[in-house]
């Protein structure tokens, strides 16, 4: 079985879409329900926080220097770790108080592509966009309560993503060209009640690892969609998997406090904390995004 350990007893609310930087040799992530920004470095345990006045649900590294910030109305750039957030692009949900940018990742191409979630369960109106480099912004696909785990295969002919809600795994063709999708499918059903898939990531082979909300584990899957490997963590709410170190053989996976009894806070102590294990096959490196 494979062995985990404990990166950073983060005690986080809702920590959430963790991303490596190469050449920092950081650990990016995020506090969504604190409005933070972290920065980890896992060689000598610091992690740095900066809070932000809206919370920022998933992020990208830019090819010039600093990030994107899918935040609560739109997105935002900064030039870097202390820099002032920018607007960038329509500012789509302003007005929407139900409605926040989730989780999202940047294609080969260098587009960023987000989802957005009703935080209130209210309507399925949460979508899939895409962001191109000019600040263009396009919805893709709705319908959705809460709209996850995007990522690409290495060579971005194919995607996936999750409306959690419905613990089915989607699979699409994409165009690396013009960033179209086709052909949608379901990679994997989850069973109701075993956990629903929430943040993800791909290998270099094209075999999706993926970490289940109330299921208390992440699991890789092959491109046919069988499980195919699994990791058992020792809390009950994992979010997001994501790989870093020099050689991608890292695993980094993110977990949440958020609407955990004070029993099951007793019995899950390490709820929020970010684990870490090996993988045999690395992870796809990170694609700055090119705006």
Same mark, same amino acid.
């Given at each position: 079985?494979t062995?985990w350990?404990?990166?950073?007893?983060?005690?986080?609310?809702?920590?959430?879409? =963790?991303?490596?930087?190469h050449?920092?040799?950081?650990?990016?992530?995020v506090?969504?329900?604190r409005?933070?920004?972290? #920065?980890?470095? =896992?060689?000598?345990?610091?992690?740095?926080?900066?809070?932000?006045?809206? %919370?920022i649900g998933?992020?990208?590294?830019r090819?010039?220097g600093? @990030?994107? @910030?899918?935040?609560?109305?739109?997105f935002?750039? &900064?030039?870097?770790?202390?820099a002032?957030?920018?607007p960038?692009?329509e500012?789509?949900?302003?007005? #929407?108080?139900d409605?926040?940018?989730?989780? !999202?990742r940047?294609?080969?191409?260098?587009?960023?592509?987000a989802?957005?979630?009703?935080?209130a369960?209210?309507?399925q109106?949460?979508a899939?966009?895409r962001?191109?480099?000019?600040?263009?912004?396009?919805?893709i696909? !709705?319908?959705?309560?809460?709209c996850?785990?995007?990522?690409f295969t290495?060579? /971005?002919?194919?995607?996936?993503?999750?409306?959690t809600?419905?613990?089915a795994l989607? #699979?699409?063709?994409?165009d690396?060209?013009? /960033?179209?999708?086709?052909?949608?499918s &379901?990679?994997h059903?989850? %069973?109701m009640?075993?956990g629903?898939?929430?943040g993800?990531?791909v290998?270099?082979?094209g075999?999706?690892? *993926?970490?289940?909300?109330?299921?208390g584990?992440?699991?890789?899957?092959?491109p *046919? /969609?069988?499980?195919?490997?699994?990791?058992?963590?020792?809390v009950?709410?994992? *979010?997001m998997?994501?790989?870093g170190?020099a050689?991608?053989r890292?695993?980094?996976v993110? *977990?949440?406090?958020a609407?955990?009894s004070?029993s099951e806070l007793a019995?899950?102590p390490?709820?929020?904390?970010?684990?870490?294990f090996?993988?045999?096959? %690395? !992870?796809?490196a990170?694609?700055p995004?090119?705006?």
């Amino acid at each position: 079985m494979t062995q985990w350990d404990v990166a950073l007893d983060a005690r986080a609310t809702l920590g959430e879409g =963790p991303r490596w930087h190469h050449g920092e040799a950081r650990l990016y992530w995020v506090d969504i329900a604190r409005n933070e920004l972290h #920065r980890f470095d =896992p060689v000598s345990g610091r992690d740095e926080c900066r809070a932000f006045e809206a %919370p920022i649900g998933c992020f990208a590294f830019r090819a010039g220097g600093g @990030l994107l @910030l899918a935040m609560k109305d739109g997105f935002a750039t &900064i030039a870097g770790w202390d820099a002032q957030p920018m607007p960038f692009g329509e500012q789509i949900f302003a007005g #929407r108080p139900d409605i926040r940018f989730n989780d !999202g990742r940047t294609d080969p191409a260098g587009r960023f592509w987000a989802g957005s979630v009703n935080m209130a369960k209210s309507a399925q109106d949460a979508a899939l966009y895409r962001l191109d480099p000019d600040g263009g912004i396009s919805e893709i696909e !709705g319908g959705m309560l809460t709209c996850n785990g995007a990522a690409f295969t290495a060579d /971005g002919a194919t995607f996936f993503h999750t409306d959690t809600p419905s613990h089915a795994l989607r #699979r699409y063709a994409a165009d690396p060209a013009s /960033g179209a999708l086709s052909g949608r499918s &379901i990679l994997h059903q989850f %069973p109701m009640g075993e956990g629903r898939p929430d943040g993800g990531s791909v290998d270099i082979e094209g075999y999706y690892w *993926t970490a289940l909300f109330d299921g208390g584990r992440v699991v890789r899957l092959s491109p *046919t /969609g069988e499980i195919v490997a699994e990791v058992p963590l020792p809390v009950k709410r994992p *979010t997001m998997i994501a790989f870093g170190g020099a050689d991608m053989r890292t695993a980094y996976v993110t *977990t949440a406090r958020a609407g955990l009894s004070e029993s099951e806070l007793a019995e899950q102590p390490l709820s929020g904390a970010i684990f870490r294990f090996t993988v045999d096959v %690395p !992870g796809v490196a990170e694609t700055p995004f090119a705006g």
